[in-house]
């Protein structure tokens, strides 16, 4: 029987707990790992879709402006420029007379006028555009004709235009009397002479249809043979120029196309090819710009002023944002005449311009006289709306109402399209005391209402409106359903974004328990290791005296009732609560034989 020293059983036993350290740790269940590939995947997919669609949402609103602003150019190839030329709409014109009931005690000076309202006569009108001319500087000049049909289911029941006589102001004779009011004394009176030899008084009976159309008038005629710078005309309408088939009547406008710059489409350039007015006193108060009313510029928004010239107003009017409307489902902006429109230099100071001497100043009131061959007509909201209480209390039979006589412009914000339109108007004349003339030197200075008239379109035709609509709410439900699209897309990001996370931390606690074990592991094999090598220091001493023969038996001995008693030795004992550290069960540990040291 071999011997061997005693030294080397510390390290017998050092090499035996290393081997079973190896054993424990590769019997423990090893840390679970939660596969990240498709979660990786599926974030990438999602990344990148979620990328893309937010593009096309951001993107969205551009792209679809610049093809609407492309598509509303006009050229004389573009689908717009047919609808422009020949509109499919039925504009109307509702006119509304004032009756005048007391004429003798008016001029007399004994009675205010006492006014009764009779109407509406209705006309439908048809706009044709003549003339067309394009420019290289990106304009289009053109003269509409405007026919005008009268029509009788739609105005009062008793209405007919050709057979109602009114009875209202002389405008021809008024007039006269009015341009004459500083001439030389036999001026006056051969003036007077003429109007008397007519048979003419300050106010006149005629049909609606003579009153708006025209009828004949001498003092005309007179006055081209008479006069250094008579009226353009020999017959007097309160409409004679609206309804006219001359092209010399017609006024020419030049309107941007868009071309160039989109933003710039109907806006008015140039009228009769000037850019400016000669009426007033400023070149604010004389420029030529804003739109005819049929449409507007593209993509107005509620802080926009919008303006709306027409020669026979002689200016452009300022229109701000009221409120929001809907046509048949289409949205659009309603715009109103500013509050200063119509009012005195001392209310609103910038209106100054429009002063002048001998003019009528006042809130509410607008005179043209300069600009209509010095006929002293003022225009007004209907019935003085708005205006100040000298002028509706000087008459009898006025009933301002904002619903029946405001002026008002529905428009459709993306494509400038006019849905609705209702420009109302009220024509008055300012009579004025004449002590020259008799039949004027007993009245009292009064702005006496003549007729009042709405203008505008009630709705567009269901075929327009669907075309409109491709254009105003087709690209927003299209970018609804991006944005839906692009909700989903994040929240599925999100999901997988939070399965990530949960699945890296059951990765990390899986780890940690492994290593948490294999250090409870380590600590106990080093605790054994640390009490061996204290119990070998103290035998050492007393293996001395033994013999070989005696340490070599008594080894062999205790090595073999070890192993035939099944007694673990002192180091390789593991309490049970060190054995439930370890993650597997008593079922599946494998029987470890520590007196083999092959094992």
């Known amino acids: 029987m071999s011997s061997y020293s005693p030294e080397l059983i510390p390290e017998c036993k050092e090499t035996q707990l290393i081997r079973f350290q190896s054993r424990v740790v590769g019997l423990t269940t090893p840390a679970r790992r939660h596969s990240m590939k498709i979660i990786n995947l599926c974030l990438l997919i999602s990344c990148i879709f979620s990328g893309l669609v937010g593009l096309a949402y951001l993107g969205f609103d551009p792209v679809v402006?610049?093809?609407?602003?492309?598509?509303?150019?006009?050229?004389?190839?573009?689908?717009?420029?047919?609808?422009?030329?020949?509109?499919?709409?039925?504009?109307?014109?509702?006119?509304?007379?004032?009756?005048?009931?007391?004429?003798?005690?008016v001029f007399n000076g004994i009675d205010k006028p006492r006014l009764i309202e009779v109407g509406p006569y209705t006309y439908k009108q048809k706009w044709l555009k003549q003339n067309i001319t394009w420019h290289d500087n990106g304009t289009i000049s053109y003269k509409t004709r405007k026919i005008f049909t009268f029509i009788r289911s739609e105005s009062c029941p008793t209405c007919d235009d050709e057979f109602d006589n009114v009875t209202t102001l002389n405008v021809p004779a008024i007039s006269a009397y009015y341009q004459s009011r500083n001439a030389p004394f036999?001026?006056?009176?051969?003036?007077?002479?003429?109007?008397?030899?007519?048979?003419?008084?300050?106010?006149?009976?005629?049909?609606?249809?003579?009153?708006?159309?025209?009828?004949?008038?001498?003092?005309?005629?007179?006055?081209?043979?008479?006069?250094?710078?008579p009226p353009p005309f020999d017959k007097f309408g309160l409409f004679l120029l609206k309804n006219s088939s001359k092209e010399s009547d017609l006024g020419m406008y030049s309107m941007y196309t868009g071309e160039g710059d989109p933003y710039t489409l109907s806006n008015i350039q140039s009228f009769n090819g000037n850019q400016k007015l000669k009426f007033w006193n400023s070149s604010d108060c004389n420029r030529v710009h804003g739109s005819d009313g049929a449409s507007f510029n593209p993509y107005i928004k509620k802080g926009d002023t919008l303006w709306f010239f027409n020669d026979q107003l002689c200016r452009a009017l300022p229109m701000v944002y009221d409120r929001s409307i809907s046509q048949?489902?289409?949205?659009?902006?309603?715009?109103?005449?500013?509050?200063d429109v119509f009012m005195s230099e001392k209310s609103y100071p910038e209106n100054s311009c429009f002063a002048g001497p001998n003019r009528e100043t006042g809130d509410g009131v607008f005179d043209v006289t300069v600009c209509q061959f010095d006929t002293?007509?003022?225009?007004?909201?209907?019935?003085?709306?708005?205006?100040?209480?000298?002028?509706?209390?000087?008459?009898?039979?006025?009933?301002?109402?904002?619903?029946?006589?405001?002026?008002?412009?529905?428009?459709?914000?993306?494509?400038?399209?006019?849905?609705?339109?209702?420009?109302?108007?009220?024509?008055?004349?300012?009579?004025?005391?004449?002590?020259?003339?008799?039949?004027?030197?007993?009245?009292?200075?009064?702005v006496i209402?003549?007729?009042?008239?709405?203008?505008?379109?009630?709705?567009?035709?269901?075929?327009?409106?669907?075309?409109?609509?491709?254009?105003?709410?087709?690209?927003?439900?299209?970018?609804?359903?991006?944005?839906?699209?692009?909700?989903?897309?994040?929240?599925?990001?999100?999901?997988?974004s939070m399965v990530a996370v949960a699945k890296v931390l059951a990765n990390r606690a899986s780890v940690a328990k492994v290593e948490r074990v294999r250090e409870q592991v380590e600590n106990i094999i080093h605790g054994q290791i640390a009490g061996n090598d204290s119990s070998a220091q103290l035998t050492q001493p007393m293996l001395g005296y033994l013999d070989s023969s005696d340490s070599s038996r008594s080894s062999t001995a205790t090595h073999s009732r070890t192993s035939s008693e099944g007694t673990t030795p002192p180091y390789a004992v593991i309490s049970s609560d060190q054995r439930d550290l370890t993650p597997f069960s008593d079922s599946e540990k494998p029987s470890v034989n520590f007196s083999n040291p092959e094992v």
């Open 186 to 229: 036999y001026t006056t009176w051969s003036l007077s002479g003429v109007v008397w030899g007519l048979g003419y008084k300050p106010w006149v009976t005629q049909t609606v249809h003579d009153l708006l159309w025209g009828y004949d008038e001498p003092l005309f005629k007179l006055a081209q043979t008479f006069l250094n710078d």
């Open 328 to 339: 048949e489902g289409l949205p659009g902006l309603r715009f109103v005449p500013r509050k």
């Open 376 to 446: 002293p007509i003022v225009l007004s909201w209907p019935h003085f709306l708005n205006a100040e209480e000298k002028y509706s209390k000087a008459i009898d039979g006025l009933k301002p109402d904002p619903k029946k006589h405001g002026f008002w412009f529905d428009i459709q914000e993306v494509t400038g399209t006019t849905l609705s339109a209702k420009a109302r108007i009220q024509i008055n004349m300012n009579v004025k005391k004449l002590k020259n003339f008799s039949s004027l030197s007993k009245i009292n200075d009064t």
């Open 65 to 105: 402006r610049s093809l609407i602003l492309k598509k509303l150019v006009l050229s004389n190839t573009s689908d717009t420029f047919h609808i422009w030329e020949d509109p499919p709409i039925s504009p109307h014109l509702k006119v509304y007379f004032f009756n005048l009931t007391n004429p003798d005690e």
């Open 449 to 496: 209402p003549i007729l009042w008239f709405e203008e505008g379109i009630d709705e567009l035709g269901t075929d327009l409106i669907n075309v409109l609509k491709q254009a105003a709410i087709d690209p927003l439900v299209w970018r609804q359903y991006i944005l839906y699209i692009l909700i989903g897309l994040l929240s599925t990001l999100t999901l997988l």
